[in-house]
């Protein structure tokens, strides 16, 4: 499947890719600006987040930490596709958002 758009990330996911790095510059040339769009995080997103609450509360592990719900919260804000390996989870608590789950 073929994506449309800008492949998009936030302050979350760039710091999750940090650790991959040796430096911020190595991380930001591998961040092609013609590929990745840099994107803040709306204050919306902040709301939506608040599912981890939810999570938490019916027994969820501290494995899914409140970054991944940021980043849930973030796609449903803005209408984004997300790209995730855990399909279930962000289906779960953000049923608005478009899905792709690489096999």
């Not at 430096?23 to 769009?37: G, I, N, Q």
Request: a positive charge; glycine letters at 6%.
């Amino acid at each position: 499947m073929a994506l449309e758009g800008p492949i998009c990330i936030n302050p979350i996911i760039y710091a999750e890719l940090a650790p991959a790095f040796s430096s911020a510059r190595e991380l930001d040339r591998w961040l092609a600006p013609e590929v990745f769009k840099r994107l803040p995080l709306p204050y919306s997103a902040g709301w939506l987040a608040a599912a981890f609450l939810k999570y938490r509360r019916s027994g969820g592990v501290k494995t899914s930490p409140l970054p991944d719900f940021y980043i849930g919260a973030h796609a449903e804000a803005e209408g984004l596709v997300l790209v995730t390996r855990d399909p279930v989870r962000y289906g779960t608590y953000f049923p608005k958002v478009r899905l792709v789950a690489p096999e």
